[in-house]
């Protein structure tokens, strides 16, 4: 069955860990876009003040209690949703907490209470939230926040990076059991690089220096937009900035090397100068109501995670510019060791274009016949 979402203005979205950084970065532009907002945080009276301003400010905002880590807490959720809105659109599992130390200094209990709020957090809400889709029997969307740690595990963040890579594979489980039951529902998991939240500030921290995330740093900003895209538009994932990428892309080309790399370069990058906060969010929640951090500032775009939301755009003005270089240069101009090259470039996108984009593709190559006569030549 096609999924079909609404546009953001028509729709009711349950944002969880919504009292500070990306939830909050999040529930603050799906107001402004015209959605009804149901934010969720252990945090009462940082939610008391979001939703006040939220509404001060002409938006719909709602505010329920809860920790993630019970089920029947998300359970409240959704009815307090219904009971104030009447449906759900979209469910957003954002909830998350940080723990910075080497593994076998990390007390069992601390990993445990981790993996409640980061991994079953999102089973919570994942399970509540398809439960309200299959009895209303529309379409909706369920996002869960990963991170660029969902596909490479880093050092001092190893209990985070673990309950990360659970996080996706309970994501793509439930991906493939709803398509296996032809459900309306689009489900997605967004992967975020280093973000400028509290995160850092809010984390446990066992090491003897205040922690920190490697650069490069994207604005909560960027993954809230890259959030909101995956509520409109059916997507399977989405990575969000370009920061992780060669993390990942080496992991799988030389993951020995990748390793090597990751445990001499990540742990100096993973602290900054000053002593460990007192106070942390695993347990109890912290000083909420910022999205960003004071200490630390993000890029405000990713042209990464832009290509990723318009790929059919994307690959069109790369077949573009291929052809542009072909008309150019010239088949005869073409050196002849430029022309491997230029044939190893060119095919992967003209094989994207054709795959995502074939009228486009067919509608580009017909306005440049000649260009893309003397391409195909030079790739022969």
């Not at 002409?58 to 949703?81: L, N, Q």
Request: proline share 6%.
């Amino acid at each position: 069955m096609a999924v079909k979402l609404k546009p953001l203005a028509d729709q009711v979205i349950v944002i969880t860990g919504a009292s500070s950084g990306i939830g909050l970065a999040t529930a603050r532009k799906a107001a402004k876009a015209g959605a009804a907002v149901v934010l969720v945080s252990r945090n009462a009276d940082a939610l008391r003040a979001i939703c006040d301003d939220i509404n001060a400010e002409g938006g719909r905002a709602h505010a329920v209690v809860a920790d993630v880590g019970s089920p029947d807490d998300m359970e409240k959720v959704s009815r307090a949703a219904i009971a104030r809105f009447e449906r759900i659109d979209t469910w957003v599992n954002d909830a998350g907490v940080g723990l910075y130390g080497e593994l076998s200094r990390t007390p069992a209990e601390d990993h445990e209470q981790l993996f409640r709020t980061n991994y079953f957090g999102v089973v919570n809400g994942s399970l509540e939230a398809i439960k309200h889709f299959r009895a209303r029997g529309g379409s909706g969307a369920l996002i869960n926040v990963g991170a660029a740690n969902s596909d490479v595990a880093t050092p001092l963040l190893g209990a985070y990076s673990a309950s990360k890579h659970a996080v996706k594979g309970f994501t793509e489980a439930l991906r493939v059991e709803l398509l296996r039951e032809k459900a309306p529902v689009s489900v997605t998991l967004v992967k975020p690089s280093s973000v400028s939240t509290p995160f850092a500030d809010h984390a446990r921290n066992l090491m003897e220096k205040a922690a920190s995330v490697p650069p490069p740093r994207y604005s909560p900003d960027v993954v809230a937009d890259a959030i909101l895209h995956a509520a409109t538009h059916p997507v399977r994932d989405l990575a969000v900035g370009a920061g992780g990428r060669p993390i990942v892309i080496g992991s799988a080309a030389a993951p020995h090397l990748t390793d090597r790399v990751l445990a001499k370069v990540i742990p100096p990058l993973s602290r900054r100068r000053g002593q460990p906060l007192a106070s942390d969010s695993l347990y109890e929640p912290g000083v909420d109501g910022m999205t960003e951090s004071e200490s630390l500032k993000g890029r405000r775009f990713s042209l990464y995670t832009e290509a990723q939301k318009h790929p059919g755009v994307t690959v069109g003005l790369g077949a573009l510019a291929v052809i542009g270089i072909a008309a150019l240069l010239g088949r005869d101009q073409i050196a002849r060791g430029a022309r491997p090259a230029l044939a190893r470039a060119a095919r992967p996108i003209l094989v994207k274009a054709a795959m995502r984009r074939p009228v486009s593709t067919a509608k580009l190559v017909a306005k440049h016949p000649r260009q893309a006569a003397r391409l195909a030549s030079a790739l022969r």
